[in-house]
């Protein structure tokens, strides 16, 4: 469907309407993939939560970490320092995430590498080694940082309804603010000299 | 009812962004929001790993010719030596969400019986 939706964006590049296509193509591409992602996230996080709260309640959650701590204090006693940062992180995921944020990263990350393929072929970029990687670093981050959002708007709210609206709130902000439908103020340009020239 | 109210503030959005494209600039006293929205430095990131370096010449409607790069300097006021701060801009916005999601999943409680 999305290969569908932005088949139309294979331009070259000639004018201002051109690039503004292109970059508009691969906003819009993200920008969907990403609230897609954000969405799909929210009632399996909430049903994840339930489970959550019954372990807790069993008090089984607590021997994760306390494998964790043994194993890592063996390796770590030479360098407090890290060990204990490593620990302390280590703690936060298991006792509170229950790896359930680690685990989204596959996901991904397969998502990202099939996206940035199809895409990166289609917008007539050009064909460097850091441009490509670049642009996989980029949407591999912006898909995580939606997956994450998803997962935090469930976090502070009772339900994933409420999430939802919560989460629906954000995306026209992010939308409007992102700098490419309405640009950032140039300070180096008069603001009079931009208006004239529309 | 939630999707009502999903409904309600899209459109309320949709308001400020026709109040907004008035200006056809962010309006100075909202470029705060820039720099916090997530999807900002996404764009950022894009444009300017794609086209930092591109010199093509390019037809700007009202103006002279330009090349890439200079125009998206010129219009959406991107610096070609940012990238680095973009980046790291980048990977703290997943690691943030994450640490507040695990944060509030285990201080706060929405258990119901």
């Not at chain 1, 609230?35 to 996230?41: A, D, G, P, R």
């Not at chain 2, 470029?31 to 794609?50: E, M």
């Not at chain 2, 200079?70 to 006021?77: Q, R, S």
């Amino acid at each position: 469907m999305l290969l569908q939706l932005f088949l139309l964006s294979y331009f070259c590049r000639g004018s201002t309407s051109d690039l503004n296509t292109i970059i508009g193509a691969l906003y819009g591409s993200i920008f969907f993939v990403g609230v897609n992602n954000c969405q799909t996230v929210q009632p399996v996080v909430a049903v994840e939560r339930t489970v959550f709260y019954r372990e807790r309640a069993a008090g089984m959650y607590s021997a994760l970490p306390y494998a964790i701590a043994q194993v890592k204090g063996c390796i770590f006693l030479n360098n407090y320092k890290i060990f204990c940062i490593l620990y302390l992180l280590l703690i936060m995921l298991a006792l509170s995430f229950r790896l359930q944020v680690v685990s989204e990263i596959p996901y991904v990350f397969v998502q990202t590498i099939y996206f940035a393929f199809i895409v990166y072929a289609m917008v007539s970029f050009e064909w460097k080694v850091a441009k490509v990687l670049w642009f996989f670093f980029v949407s591999f981050f912006s898909f995580l940082y939606f997956t994450y959002y998803g997962m935090m708007t469930v976090s502070i709210t009772p339900n994933h309804q409420v999430a939802s609206i919560l989460g629906a709130a954000f995306y026209g902000l992010f939308n409007l603010f992102s700098g490419f439908f309405i640009p950032r103020p140039v300070s180096t340009v008069p603001i009079w000299l931009l208006c004239i020239n529309i | 009812m939630h999707q009502y109210i999903r409904i309600t503030l899209i459109i309320l959005t949709n308001i400020i962004a026709l109040s907004t494209l008035v200006f056809q600039k962010i309006p100075k006293w909202w470029v705060w929001y820039y720099w916090i929205c997530p999807v900002a430095w996404t764009v950022y990131g894009l444009i300017v790993s794609q086209y930092n370096d591109v010199e093509i010449d390019i037809a700007v409607p009202g103006q002279n010719n330009q090349t890439i790069k200079h125009y998206i300097e010129d219009h959406y006021g991107f610096k070609p030596d940012f990238m680095g701060p973009v980046a790291i801009v980048l990977v703290a916005f997943p690691v943030f969400f994450a640490f507040v999601f695990a944060f509030s999943i285990k201080t706060l409680n929405f258990q119901t019986r």
